[in-house]
């Protein structure tokens, strides 16, 4: 009976440290599984990527005319300069590719707002190679 309770007790301490370090399980890649696997915590939920092959999330294209917003966004971003889920460019046209962005003021295809914490996606500005990594 002791061993169940210091099982508890380690799995709530890791959760409370994934939570203070801002982790969480739809931040893993397929390396997570495989450790969730061998230690037997395996569920029917499998880990998926946030963005789809085709520069997708949640049925929103990730290129195009963006405008940034302060209320109501499609997708709320967080900026930042490693591990990346999608390098963005800034377009003054033709922004037909994955990560090409071009700032409107009026017919966006995509509302963007920044945030600091628990951000939908996160992003990395570069001037080469914008997109995902596959």
């Known amino acids: 009976m002791s061993r169940f309770f210091l099982y508890a007790i380690t799995l709530m301490v890791s959760l409370l440290l994934f939570a203070a370090f801002d982790i969480f399980p739809t931040d893993c890649?397929?390396?997570?599984?495989?450790?969730?696997?061998?230690?037997?915590?395996?569920s029917n939920h499998p880990v998926t990527p946030k963005i789809s092959d085709s520069c997708y999330?949640?049925?929103?294209?990730l290129y195009g005319?963006?405008?940034?917003?302060?209320s109501f966004?499609?997708?709320?971003?967080?900026?930042?300069?490693?591990?990346?889920d999608i390098r963005v460019k800034f377009?003054?046209?033709?922004?037909?590719?994955?990560?090409?962005w071009q700032v409107v003021e009026s017919f966006p295809d995509l509302k963007v707002q920044v945030v600091e914490s628990f951000p939908d996606i996160?992003?990395?500005?570069?001037?080469?190679?914008?997109?995902?990594?596959?």
Not at 91 to 100: E, I, Q, T, W
Not at 122 to 134: A, L, T
Request: glycine share 6%; net charge positive; hydrophobic share 40%.
């Open 122 to 134: 996160r992003v990395k500005i570069v001037e080469s190679f914008p997109g995902i990594d596959n």
């Open 65 to 70: 005319k963006v405008k940034f917003v302060e």
């Open 73 to 84: 966004p499609d997708v709320k971003i967080k900026f930042v300069e490693s591990f990346p």
């Open 91 to 100: 377009v003054n046209a033709f922004p037909d590719k994955c990560g090409l």
């Open 57 to 61: 999330w949640k049925g929103i294209p």
């Open 29 to 42: 890649s397929t390396s997570c599984n495989n450790i969730i696997k061998e230690a037997g915590l395996e």
